[in-house]
């Protein structure tokens, strides 16, 4: 696969796992029983089945019957999940979640539901028995994953490391021989300050070299670079140039933090939320502004459901552009003098009537189906490359709003 198609696997892939959150959000027990089970992709499936096995038999002490059986229940269906499996679980692990929900009127239906292979890895082993299932750690898999270095300094010390996704990793840190401001009896002030100059030049190098051998490798996947520390430290560093220039150009913000040991690297990320948030969104950004430039320039755009549908069944989009926040299916419906037509609904919505606009016969329902998988499916066979929009930004919110979530940016001009 090349990395194109990989990337927009990646994204239906996200947005399946993203639909079964929310479904599973959903969910509540009447008392503490649903279960989550998160395994990594190195824990033995033989371990997890004792676990399970174990917290069984320990589940004949809950006193309630009821909650007592819906434990027991959902236990024994993680169980027969697991017997898929071979001696490890798949690529990044899997996540099974089951249990006894309600479902109106004092009644409970079992669901389970198994999560193979995750976007990433799941990180250690975690049973959860509560009245709701535990989705936090999949949603934060979910997030975007941006990759910034970063760097905090000060004259005395410094640590590099990274932001993965929400994830700070400290890697390497340096401290330095710079004297105190005070000069010891006997030394010249003038060779002092120069001494103490020539240290705090060296150190600065030092700390630029320990963010060059981490960095410049991957500089390519980098979103950006993050400083912090005191002024005038780290904006005599970054304006000093020691930093290799291509590092340089990707440093995205600057921050003031008083810490610059490895609690340092968190505050730094603390700080940079704002300018974290706008990085997440600017690729989203330049596709909406695309886009909105070649519709107000003339005709290489498309919106809607049906329009967007004809052009991607023509092969000339070039990108089709999803809200994140689309839930909506596509109803397909026959008419008895075979007129095929469409309609977008609400998920959570009933299928409505449909007269045939051509004829105006009644028409039947064909087929009922998620309008993201509907078009993505499309799309996947044209060549046509998928990008989900946030609306966490104003012309992100128009493409929800105003043009129903769903747009295209054409490779070229077909008049639909
Ligand atoms: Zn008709």
Redesign the pocket.
């Known amino acids: 696969m090349s990395s194109d198609a990989e990337e927009a696997s990646e994204d239906r892939r996200k947005y399946e796992f993203r639909k079964v959150i929310e479904e599973l959000q959903e969910y509540e027990g009447s008392g503490t029983q649903l279960v989550t089970i998160y395994i990594p992709e190195d824990k033995q499936v033989s371990d997890v089945v004792a676990h399970v096995t174990q917290e069984h038999s320990e589940a004949a002490n809950i006193k309630s019957k009821q909650t007592r059986t819906n434990v027991q229940d959902a236990l024994t269906s993680i169980k027969d999940r697991l017997r898929y499996y071979d001696t490890f679980p798949p690529k990044n692990g899997i996540v099974i979640f089951s249990g006894a929900v309600d479902s109106g009127g004092g009644q409970t239906t079992m669901v389970t539901k198994t999560l193979d292979s995750p976007p990433q890895p799941v990180e250690s082993f975690r049973y959860h028995c509560d009245s709701a299932f535990l989705t936090e750690p999949l949603e934060n898999m979910l997030a975007d994953k941006g990759l910034f270095g970063l760097v905090v300094l000060d004259r005395r010390e410094a640590n590099v490391g990274w932001l993965k996704g929400k994830r700070v990793e400290p890697v390497k840190s340096a401290s330095s021989l710079v004297p105190g401001k005070q000069r010891k009896g006997g030394q010249s002030a003038q060779r002092f300050a120069r001494l103490r100059l020539e240290a705090i030049d060296n150190f600065y190098q030092e700390v630029a070299e320990m963010a060059n051998d981490l960095m410049v490798a991957k500089r390519h996947e980098l979103d950006g670079v993050l400083v912090g520390g005191p002024s005038p430290t780290k904006d005599e560093f970054l304006d000093g140039g020691y930093l290799h220039h291509e590092l340089q150009d990707k440093v995205v913000g600057k921050f003031d933090i008083s810490y610059t040991d490895e609690s340092g690297l968190y505050d730094l990320v603390d700080a940079a939320q704002e300018v974290l948030a706008d990085q997440e969104v600017m690729k989203d950004k330049s596709q909406m502004e695309e886009f909105f430039e070649k519709l107000h320039r003339g005709n290489e755009s498309t919106y809607g459901f049906g329009p967007t549908r004809k052009n991607l069944i023509m092969g000339s989009v070039d990108r089709l552009l999803l809200s994140e926040d689309l839930r909506s299916d596509v109803i397909v419906y026959d008419?008895?003098?075979?007129?095929e037509?469409f309609e977008v609904v609400d998920s959570r919505h009933k299928t409505p009537e449909h007269t045939?606009?051509?004829?105006?016969?009644k028409?039947e329902m064909r087929e009922r189906e998620d309008v993201i998988e509907h078009l993505m499916n499309i799309a996947e066979q044209r060549g046509t490359e998928t990008k989900f929009i946030s609306t966490d930004f104003e012309k992100g919110e128009q493409l929800m709003d105003a043009f129903g979530g769903i747009a295209g940016i054409l490779r070229y001009s077909t008049g639909v």
């Open positions: 008419c008895p003098n075979g007129h037509e045939c606009s051509e004829c105006k016969e028409a």
